[in-house]
């Protein structure tokens, strides 16, 4: 008997623990990122015509990254993000401690997920296996 999936649903099967894990890092990075730009102003004296496009455009790109996941060159994208947040600490001096943070969540998510995608496969595999030779 075969699993009765709704129209639109992914099946249990193509869900990707990574692409999950990754968004959920991008889009609480979004957020710190969104955050950094009054830091920026207030506290670094970086002018907004330079704060705005920098911390605003790499919340947005986090966003959009992690809306694009679907597709493997996306993680390379999120690898970028990850220096750029780091790079970041040349405007943000508390971006040399979060940008390393969020890129060790980053790679932990993706190194993790991957292994889960493997494991998994290798699951279903064996278990598509037995079924056949058991029918």
Do not use: N
């Amino acid at each position: 008997m075969t699993e009765a999936v709704e129209p639109g649903a992914v099946p249990e099967r193509e869900r990707s623990p990574r692409r999950s894990m990754c968004a959920a890092v991008l889009s609480l990075e979004a957020i710190a990122l969104g955050l950094s730009t009054p830091v920026m102003i207030s506290l670094s004296d970086v002018r907004p015509a330079v704060a705005l496009p920098v911390g605003l455009g790499l919340a947005l790109a986090c966003v959009l990254v992690a809306g694009m996941l679907r597709a493997e060159w996306a993680y390379s994208l999120g690898h970028g993000i990850q220096a750029a947040a780091i790079l970041l600490g040349f405007l943000v001096p508390v971006m040399w401690v979060l940008g390393p943070v969020f890129a060790l969540l980053w790679g932990s998510a993706y190194g993790l997920g991957r292994k889960i995608e493997r494991e998994r496969a290798a699951a279903y595999a064996e278990y598509d296996r037995t079924r056949r030779d058991d029918g």
